[in-house]
C-alpha cells in the first residue's frame, strides 16, 4: 500500500497549484483521505479532508482558496490550492484514514501516509 503525493513546486504569492496524491496498493474509495501540511519548526497540521461521499472538511485559514476532490475510478487525491500565501509555505502529505474514525483532523487516525511534497510560496 503506498500514497505517493506529487505537484510540489516553488511559486510566488498569490499563485496556483494543484497536488495529487496516487495511491496504489488497495482501494480507497472507502476511506476518509485527507491533506496535512508541516512547515520548518511547526508540527504537522490538518489541512483538509474529504469523506467516502465526497463531503469536505478544511481548517478556516484555507476556507475559500483550497479545494480537495477525489477520483476513486483512478484512486486519486487532489488539492488544488489557489490565492497561496507564503504561510502556506510547508511540506504536504496525504493520508489515508482508518475505519471507523470520525475525527478527520487527527492525523493519529489516519494509517496510510505517503511522502511529502514541498510547497515553497514567496512573497
Known amino acids: 500500500v503506498q500514497l505517493q503525493a506529487s505537484g510540489g513546486g516553488l511559486v510566488q504569492s498569490g499563485d496556483s497549484l494543484r497536488l495529487s496524491c496516487e495511491a496504489s496498493g488497495r482501494s480507497f474509495s472507502t476511506n476518509t483521505m485527507g491533506w496535512f501540511r508541516q512547515a520548518p519548526g511547526k508540527e504537522r497540521e490538518f489541512v483538509a479532508a474529504i469523506s467516502s461521499g465526497a463531503r469536505t472538511y478544511y481548517i478556516d485559514s484555507v476556507k475559500g482558496r483550497f479545494t480537495i476532490s477525489r477520483d476513486n475510478a483512478k484512486n486519486m487525491v487532489y488539492l488544488r490550492m489557489n490565492s497561496l500565501k507564503p504561510e502556506d509555505t510547508a511540506d504536504y502529505y496525504c493520508?489515508?484514514?482508518?475505519?471507523?474514525?470520525?475525527?478527520?483532523?487527527?492525523?493519529?487516525?489516519?494509517?496510510?501516509w505517503g511522502q511529502g511534497t514541498l510547497v515553497t510560496v514567496s512573497s
Open positions: 493520508a489515508g484514514q482508518a475505519y471507523g474514525y470520525s475525527d478527520y483532523e487527527s492525523a493519529a487516525t489516519y494509517i496510510y
